[in-house]
């Protein structure tokens, strides 16, 4: 292929979708360090292991962290747009606080908003 033809290649993502620009793609809160473009989480010294969109997940309600985040908004930043059920999202979070030994109860890290959606409740890091 000549270069005089190249065309960009670009890549689709749905509208809304809150992915971050790679220098802004690490975040730490608490005792997290989330990355979502290389779906990694660290907790303290031990880096959990997340199916692919629990980085995702988790990125986008530390990112608006103590604001409640809509069930719609997360399935935007999951890239599945109004698909996603609330109780499929209901189970990405479950298995998350599993992962995180966050309480439902008693968050540490996720609060449900019942019939809204979420918000992270972890302080920043000092």
């Known amino acids: 292929m000549r270069i005089g033809n190249a065309r960009p290649m670009l890549i689709a993502l749905p509208r809304n979708r809150i992915l971050p620009a790679r220098r802004v793609a690490r975040l730490r809160v608490a005792d ?18 997340l199916s692919p969109s629990e980085p995702i997940l988790l990125y986008t309600l530390a990112a608006k962290r103590g604001t409640v985040v809509s069930h719609r908004r997360i399935a935007d930043a999951l890239g599945t ?20 030994g ?16 979420y918000r992270f409740v972890a302080a920043r890091k000092k």
């Open 102 to 117: 966050d309480d439902a109860d008693r968050p540490r890290y996720i609060e449900t908003v019942p019939g809204i959606g």
């Open 81 to 100: 747009g109004s698909e996603v059920r609330p109780n499929a999202l209901a189970r990405h979070v479950t298995s998350l606080r599993r992962k995180l």
């Open 32 to 49: 997290l360090e989330i990355d979502a473009l290389d779906r990694r989480l660290i907790q303290g010294t031990i880096e959990l292991r």
